[in-house]
């Protein structure tokens, strides 16, 4: 099941995200170009997601960006009924992917309805182009 969108309402654009958040602009960059990023500790290692300015696990302010595989499975999700918002045409699903290398990511499926998810249903990530500025990750069945 793909997210459908109401070509008469504007969708939010997350990447204006960065400018309140300057910490979240490199993993909207990566997305831009097709990559999943993670923000990496560089005193400790720990992955982070969402990004932040400062490791919650050791409170260096150090950091630096990996190219995650965009490979995971789905840990949890919720389907919904009523839209959040006008662009967003319900139903649909929203998951909770546990990336590979750990972090959890939000997002939504692609080609797959909301009833037949299921908790550690491997997934992989997909780009889709929802507006000639804003591209976003989602997720598809693996295999």
């Not at 995971?72 to 546990?98: C, D, M, Q, R």
Request: contains cysteine; aromatic residues 10%.
């Amino acid at each position: 099941m793909t997210v459908e969108y109401n070509p008469d309402q504007k969708i939010p654009h997350p990447a204006m995200w960065g400018v309140l958040y300057k910490s979240s602009t490199p993993f909207w960059e990566g997305v831009k170009n097709k990559k999943i990023m993670l923000q990496k500790c560089k005193s400790c290692g720990n992955l982070l997601n969402p990004p932040r300015p400062m490791c919650p696990k050791c409170q260096s302010q150090e950091n630096e960006w990996i190219t995650a595989k965009g490979t995971g499975k789905i840990y949890s999700w919720v389907t919904f009924n009523e839209a959040p918002h006008p662009a967003f045409k319900a139903p649909y699903a929203a998951v909770l992917v546990e990336l590979d290398e750990g972090p959890r990511i939000v997002s939504n499926m692609v080609d797959v309805k909301p009833e037949d998810l299921e908790i550690g249903m491997a997934v992989e990530v997909t780009f889709e182009d929802v507006a000639e500025d804003l591209t976003l990750p989602k997720f598809r069945k693996a295999g």
